[in-house]
């Protein structure tokens, strides 16, 4: 029960921010919808906190809007500091309409320049997406096993290992243990 109220909080700031930033640029979702390469229906339901975008539509909504996804699921506050208990990041664990279980660690820091997530990802949960964003990303498997495709070129990743590419090249994550966690870290 605690989880669900937490995503609909969080859909309800990131649509807020959304519509806010849209609207003092005077754009249309029209016009947001082509710069992201999304319908308008999509971001209307983002706007309106009825839906929860990915992490890669994030990224491009962001960019489109000149601003960083940290803007747009950040929570008040400028704190210099910001420290998540291991219980607290998997108490608050959200869950994306693609299966991975996800918390953005820092919310509450202003001005964020990177933005670091735990993500869990189900081998029966998951639905298989291919995403491109603008920036760059870093991954560190904490436990299980990640086959992680970057363009055409596979990568076995187990509890240790890290990856860093550039997001713009398509990628894709697949669990080959029932259950992977990792830290992924775009900027």
Do not use: W
């Amino acid at each position: 029960m605690r989880g669900a109220l937490v995503v609909e909080k969080l859909k309800g700031r990131i649509g807020t921010q959304v519509q806010r930033l849209r609207r003092q640029q005077h754009r249309t979702l029209d016009e947001l919808a082509k710069m992201c390469g999304y319908s308008k229906s999509l971001l209307s339901k983002i706007e309106n906190g009825n839906t929860l975008p990915s992490v890669g539509a994030l990224v491009r909504i962001a960019g489109a809007l000149g601003t960083s996804v940290s803007a747009l699921i950040e929570t008040a506050g400028d704190s210099h500091a910001v420290f998540t208990s291991r219980a607290k990041s998997v108490k608050s664990m959200i869950e994306t309409p693609q299966g991975l279980l996800i918390h953005p660690f820092g919310t509450e820091h202003a001005n964020k320049r990177m933005q670091p997530f735990l993500q869990v990802s189900h081998k029966e949960k998951l639905k298989p997406r291919v995403d491109s964003h603008d920036g760059e990303e870093f991954i560190y498997i904490l436990n299980g096993s990640l086959r992680f495709r970057i363009s055409d070129v596979d990568y076995v990743l187990n509890k240790g290992d890290s990856l860093y590419f550039d997001s713009l090249e398509k990628h894709q994550g697949t669990p080959l243990s029932d259950t992977v966690e990792y830290l992924d870290v775009f900027v």
